[in-house]
């Protein structure tokens, strides 16, 4: 009887679900952003809930060193205590997505930040995905119309290209993504605001797009107050879900602002665990993870699935060459430059079409407008080195012909580069208007009798391009 007994409860208890055996840790230490556990044997990026005497807060592993486990809080830190518990959370990593969260504004783990109550998703996929092989993409082969007649015609974008948006503070970058959100020709917008001003992310959502525009966008909002790892999160997350509309075969356009934040913040975590700085302050690790998510754009390997993505890089001191600045500009496939100066003049989007490069614009159009587009540049080009002179009265008309032909053309450049923040230009009015620049100027000097600068804007517009120069169009 006894044997039996025994027998049936062994049976019994197999039957019984157990919970799992969870090694809780505890703390030793906090300082600064970090905190130091022992006790608990978690891989890093796995999540964690902190016990405190405010109650609990979460936390992710951001690495370790001897028996200690590095944690970094993705909120405030408040009341923690030396030797408070910390217990891992067994819960499925990766993010929630779905089509439901088209028109819904998230914070850095996807969570709703705007109160219409939980977003439907269709599935969870991992938030680092493997690289696709680059023989697998398909290449940059048509343009990218976002709206804007300066981009459309100087500085092309073409669909699954990276570009970035350099600028100093306060010139316009986030009216300029915010014409782009509206103008685009893309099936979903995928905006990033990262690092910002919390008031900036209100105003670019009511303000800058309407209830129509936002119901084809996604907005990730990780604002200068949250902590380093959610600001870090918000750009792997919008990319995380660009990814996945791509995946469902539609046109996408990401837009992060900014890759700066993104790194500022990867810096803040490196130093907080004891990575040595390298580059004027910026750890190793930094300059690794910035081509690890912009590589994660592009196009995909199907038919017309792509993720276009365009980067605002903020120049600190108006420095195009500060290490962020200069490492993403060899990253990415071309950079638009918006340039404090031309902001003064009152000329907006501020696009500085001298600096700025498109590599992929030689791919996406054809010699006619390729061919436009290097003239326009040459001309503008030769007005600003000439311009001090212009103003101070040293310059003679005549002098040199080139010279005259810029002066003649500036008035229509600059009021073609300028456009309305609420207006929207398509491509083929964008390639039109650049062509009407060199036919207005043509015109003006057969008529002048100089044909020699007739025939020297009609030779650009029939000659050879070299692919060299093309691609610094």
Do not use: W
Request: with cysteine.
């Amino acid at each position: 009887m006894t044997v039996s007994l025994v027998s049936h409860l062994q049976q019994l208890q197999k039957q019984v679900p157990s919970p799992p055996v969870v090694a809780a840790g505890k703390l030793i230490r906090g300082i600064g952003l970090t905190l130091e556990a022992v006790g608990c044997q978690l891989p890093v990026g796995s999540q964690c809930m902190v016990q405190t005497i405010d109650g609990e807060i979460e936390a992710e592993v951001v690495g370790f060193g001897d028996h200690i486990t590095y944690l970094m809080p993705t909120e405030a830190v408040r009341g923690i205590v030396p030797g408070s518990r910390v217990l891992p959370l067994n819960r499925d990593s990766g993010l929630s997505v779905g089509l439901g969260m088209l028109g819904r504004v998230v914070d850095g783990n996807g969570l709703p930040l705007d109160g219409l109550g939980p977003i439907e998703s269709t599935e969870r996929v991992p938030t680092t995905k493997p690289p696709i092989n680059p023989l697998a993409r398909r290449t940059i082969a048509e343009p990218m119309d976002v709206g804007v007649r300066a981009i459309n015609a100087i500085t092309t974008v073409g669909v699954g290209q990276r570009m970035g948006l350099f600028a100093g503070s306060g010139v316009g970058k986030s009216v300029l993504l915010g014409m782009m959100t509206r103008g685009a020709k893309a099936d979903v917008v995928v905006v990033g605001l990262v690092g910002e001003r919390g008031r900036e992310v209100k105003e670019f959502i009511h303000d800058i797009l309407t209830e129509e525009e936002r119901q084809r966008a996604v907005v990730v909002a990780a604002p200068a107050d949250t902590s380093p790892l959610m600001r870090l999160k918000g750009c792997e997350t919008a990319v995380t879900i660009a990814e996945y509309f791509r995946d469902k075969g539609m046109k996408v356009l990401l837009l992060i602002d900014s890759l700066t934040r993104y790194a500022q913040a990867q810096r803040e975590i490196a130093l907080a665990t004891g990575e040595p700085p390298a580059t004027k302050g910026y750890p190793p690790s930094v300059f690794s993870r910035l081509p690890q998510l912009v590589e994660r754009a592009g196009n995909g390997s199907g038919n017309g699935v792509s993720v276009t993505a365009i980067y605002t890089v903020l120049v600190e001191g108006d420095d195009l060459n500060d290490p962020i600045a200069d490492s993403a500009r060899a990253i990415l496939d071309g950079h638009i430059v918006l340039s404090r100066e031309i902001a003064e003049q009152a000329i907006y989007p501020a696009v500085d079409i001298q600096a700025s490069v498109s590599r992929s614009m030689a791919a996406v159009v054809d010699q006619s407008h390729l061919r436009s587009a290097l003239k326009v540049k040459q001309l503008y080009a030769r007005y600003q080195q000439s311009r001090d002179l212009i103003n101070v009265g040293a310059y003679v008309i005549g002098a040199d012909k080139i010279t005259d032909l810029a002066v003649s053309c500036q008035p229509a450049i600059e009021a073609f580069l300028t456009q309305s923040h609420d207006e929207s230009v398509s491509f083929d009015q964008s390639v039109s208007a650049l062509t009407a620049i060199l036919a207005d100027a043509s015109d003006g000097y057969v008529d002048e009798g100089q044909h020699e600068d007739a025939s020297f804007v009609s030779e650009s517009s029939s000659s050879h391009i070299d692919p060299v120069v093309a691609n610094n169009v």
